[in-house]
């Protein structure tokens, strides 16, 4: 069973006068031939790819852009992934982003990140995406899900650097632990 599903992140640009807004996808086909391969290679979903619409008369291709995040994390869920990682740009994910208060987020639970991105922290077109993909994994039932850069992919595994997403449960537990 696989541990890990990442995807490497790029930039997304919404069109002027678009209201932003990804197509979010509904699945993943072909999942048994992605699950034969994740032992052989490292998954990797993109945006942009082919985007099909089933009807009654089968699957038909259709103008669309998919986000990549939200890609990843139906493949991890589908593959029974226990972490996601999400890569990208910055370090870590911030609140009060390019404002004197910005401060960046070592680990949220999936309540936090909820009520952050109702907050308007988060928008689309930057870190949205990947807080809503992060939070979607988890919320189904996964152990983390990470949000780092490149270079800080190893240390975010080891939870020395990134944003970690986790339940709500399990943060509760380590509080009363602690």
Do not use: C
């Amino acid at each position: 069973m696989p541990t890990a599903v990442i995807a490497f992140g790029g930039n997304a640009f919404v069109p002027e006068g678009a209201s932003g807004a990804y197509d979010v996808p509904v699945e993943v086909l072909e999942m048994d031939s992605v699950r034969a391969l994740v032992d052989a290679v490292v998954v990797i979903a993109g945006g942009g790819g082919v985007t099909l619409l089933r009807s009654d008369d089968g699957l038909h291709g259709v103008d669309a852009v998919i986000d990549k995040d939200r890609v990843a994390a139906h493949l991890a869920t589908g593959l029974g992934a226990e972490l996601l990682v999400l890569v990208t740009g910055v370090p870590a994910v911030a609140i009060d982003y390019d404002t004197p208060a910005q401060r960046s987020i070592d680990e949220m639970t999936v309540a936090q990140a909820r009520a952050h991105l109702a907050d308007g922290q988060f928008p689309v077109g930057s870190m949205g995406p990947k807080v809503e993909s992060t939070t979607e994994f988890v919320g189904r039932g996964a152990r983390l899900a990470l949000i780092t850069s490149d270079p800080h992919v190893g240390d975010a595994l080891d939870g020395r650097h990134g944003t970690r997403v986790v339940d709500d449960v399990e943060r509760g537990q380590d509080e009363i632990a602690a």
